[in-house]
């Protein structure tokens, strides 16, 4: 009788020991299926109103409880990212759509990209000037088109007549990026007339925070597909028609669904630089690296270059990567149970 009992005992004690490990085991693997950034740069706490960072918090939780919302219906990746980009581009907040700086000319140019980690296929545009939301447009490029990339005037008559909302350029003019422009141009005045010696170098210098603040999504949907986007306005006082990082597939955005989705926030001309998006993935399929150690090492190789900022990664595991080099990073992931997790600071 005593050995029936102490047996009884026994086996509910390493019923309950399993219990709490597979409970264990299943808290350690969550599953992210969307994670979204709205740029890095010299972000600080002690710079940040309280209003301000209410603002942040409450426009990132948005993108990600949209984006979320295709997800958990069933919809693809693709329309998870559009979604979650779509309240970006319409914030004034971020350097996207309603809120994307000035080039030196006083003129909003957007760019985007969108790839399908399924197919591999791409859509981009740039220096879009009409465009509501570039995001659209770029899948539209993927979708309605047989080309990968299309640009300025031409870019906004095919998405005109793929009946996407057009606006008057007036539409994305802000007071905070129209005050941007006129530092940046004060600045360049100012270098002009120290360099009347010869003395000082041809190149502008380069002010951190005017060409962060690009916005992007990854997602995994129920199906197992990845998709990743990319929308910028580019660089503050950005002159000669320069194109970033962001609508180049490869460098600012990238989606395979044997890697990894990844979107990228920084010095664009670096991330060009380094093909980093494609990088990321490169590095995972042939070095068998695991996204959180790829995509680190990407930045880490950006940086020891001299550029900076940052990038998310998230791979067909839904297994989530978020590295910077800068002051903070405005972050945010939804796992597959819907829970949200916003970040700003380092």
Not at 205 to 221: H, M, N, R, S, Y
Not at 308 to 327: H, K, Q, R, S, Y
Request: charged share 25%; with cysteine.
């Amino acid at each position: 009788m005593m050995k029936k009992i102490l047996y009884t005992l026994l086996t509910c004690l390493m019923m309950v020991g399993s219990q709490d490990n597979s409970q264990a085991q299943a808290k350690k693997e969550v599953k992210y299926v969307l994670a979204i950034h709205g740029g890095a740069g010299t972000i600080l706490k002690k710079n940040m109103t309280d209003s301000l960072e209410k603002a942040y918090i409450a426009a990132l939780t948005e993108a990600l409880e949209k984006g979320y919302a295709k997800i958990k219906n069933g919809e693809s990746s693709q329309d998870a990212v559009i979604a979650a980009i779509e309240v970006m581009e319409n914030s004034p907040l971020f350097n996207a759509g309603k809120g994307a700086v000035f080039t030196n000319q006083g003129k909003n140019e957007l760019d985007a990209s969108i790839m399908d980690g399924k197919t591999l296929k791409a859509g981009a545009v740039a220096g879009v000037t009409i465009v509501k939301n570039p995001i659209k447009a770029a899948r539209a490029v993927m979708d309605k088109s047989e080309h990968v990339m299309m640009i300025a005037k031409g870019a906004e008559e095919f998405a005109k007549k793929q009946g996407l909302e057009i606006v008057d350029p007036q539409y994305f003019w802000t007071q905070q990026r129209w005050d941007g422009l006129q530092r940046a141009l004060e600045r360049d005045k100012e270098r002009m007339e120290l360099d009347h010696d010869g003395q000082q170098s041809n190149l502008p210098p380069v002010i951190k925070d005017e060409k962060f603040g690009t916005v992007g999504c990854v997602a995994l949907d129920k199906a197992g597909n990845l998709a990743a986007g990319t929308s910028t306005g580019g660089m503050t006082n950005k002159k000669f028609g320069r194109v970033g990082d962001s609508p180049i597939i490869g460098a600012g955005n990238y989606a395979n669904n044997e890697t990894a989705a990844i979107s990228c926030t920084g010095w664009g001309e670096f991330y060009i630089r380094t093909s980093a998006a494609f990088n990321v993935s490169a590095r995972m399929k042939y070095g068998k690296e695991n996204v959180a150690t790829a995509s680190k090492a990407v930045i880490d190789e950006i940086g020891k270059l001299g550029g900076d900022g940052g990038m998310i990664a998230l791979d067909a595991n839904g297994n989530v990567a978020m590295p910077f080099n800068t002051e903070g990073m405005y972050r945010g992931t939804v796992t597959e149970d819907g829970e949200v997790k916003v970040e700003i600071y380092k």
